[in-house]
């Protein structure tokens, strides 16, 4: 049975509505960071989420207007080899991350003082601080903006799939049959477009909350200034005894998981694989000099191809195209 989505309405209570109270309370400090050209990061308090999905459903509604539309026949790739990847009659998938579903809900049975324990996790892009896949990608499409948040660029995007090679978790998404490859070279470039969360950066623009923290009834994730989250999330740690996610990962990432369990035990026992990231230990994949020097060659060249893009997608009606 399809969830049908709309508008919620979750405050029930004196107890959800002193969460919102503190939610509100972080996101303006947040709202401050933002003005100041401050980082931003998010804490999710682990051992609060209950799966209840009110999250993924609002992430979903909130950023309808964002998803991909793709045309249908697609074109015939070259070489043979590169297959469509298709999502737009999937769209009702919720277990992992596609291009119409940009945050999940992942479950681990775990122990915890000897008793088992059913975690759920919401699990979305972690915006890392030193993004390879804003580094490294050839064609300038995503962008790390001044609060430390990463996105792509759908009207640039040609599908590459660059960025998610370079994701240490594999998070960006393609979806084929949209965007600037069907003009440029469709048999040959790109095969699509990719997508990810953007933590409703243009949400954020106009002072409002991220739709996910908007909507949760558990007050699971705090936002803020990052040096003020960071002290939140080891304060927090030390007070369940427990252990910090995203912290130093990758170099360090503006998303900090807190657990009452150590994350390798985690790792153990959650789905992984296409479009469920895993919880292991990263080392920072842009301190290689493979990918400094790679990421000084591509910057200036991405550069050149983002503008571009950019001019041929802002001056370029697909529709007269077609029907002239």
């Keep these: 049975m ?4 709309t508008r919620r309405s979750f ?16 996101f303006a400090r947040a709202a401050s960071a933002l003005k100041s050209g401050e980082p931003i990061a998010t804490l999710l308090d682990i051992s609060k989420c209950v799966g209840c999905q009110e999250c993924v459903y609002a992430c979903k509604e909130s950023n309808q207007a964002k998803y991909p539309k793709p045309e249908k026949p697609f074109p015939k790739m070259y070489p043979s080899t590169v297959k469509a990847e298709d999502w737009s009659d999937k769209t009702d998938v919720v277990d992992r991350l ?9 479950s681990a049975t775990v122990e915890i003082d000897g008793e088992s324990r059913e975690l759920t996790i919401p699990r979305r892009c972690m915006h890392c601080q030193n993004p390879p896949c804003v580094k490294l990608c ?12 990463s996105r792509i660029d759908s009207d640039t995007c040609l599908g590459g799939a660059k960025c998610q090679t370079v994701c240490p978790w594999l998070i960006p998404q393609r979806q084929t049959g949209v965007g600037l490859y069907l003009d440029l070279l469709p048999a040959f470039a790109g095969n699509g477009v990719m997508y990810k969360c953007d933590r ?7 002072g409002e909350m991220p739709a996910c923290i908007e909507a ?8 803020g200034p990052r040096d003020e989250i960071l002290k939140q999330a080891y304060e927090l740690a030390v007070s369940m005894n427990g252990y910090i996610y995203g912290d130093k990962e990758n170099g360090g990432t503006n998303t900090f998981y807190v657990s009452p369990v150590p994350f390798e035990k985690i790792n153990e026992v959650i789905e992984k694989g296409k479009g469920k990231p895993h919880f292991e230990a990263v080392a920072d994949t842009m301190k290689t000099g493979n990918n400094l020097a790679l990421s000084m060659v591509v ?3 991405a550069g ?21």
């Design 138 to 149: 050839p064609w300038g499409s995503a962008i790390q903006l001044d609060n430390g948040i």
């Design 200 to 206: 409703c950066y243009n949400k954020i623009a106009e």
């Design 98 to 106: 596609t291009p119409y579903n940009w945050l999940y809900i992942q």
């Design 299 to 301: 910057a200036p060249v």
């Design 11 to 26: 405050i029930k209570g004196a107890v959800t509505a002193a969460c919102s109270i503190a939610s509100t309370s972080s």
């Design 304 to 324: 050149v191809a983002a503008a571009f893009a950019k001019f041929y997608a802002t001056n370029t009606n697909r529709d007269d195209k077609k029907n002239s």
């Design 2 to 5: 399809k969830r049908i989505i």
């Design 216 to 223: 949760c009834p558990e007050n699971v994730q705090t936002i």
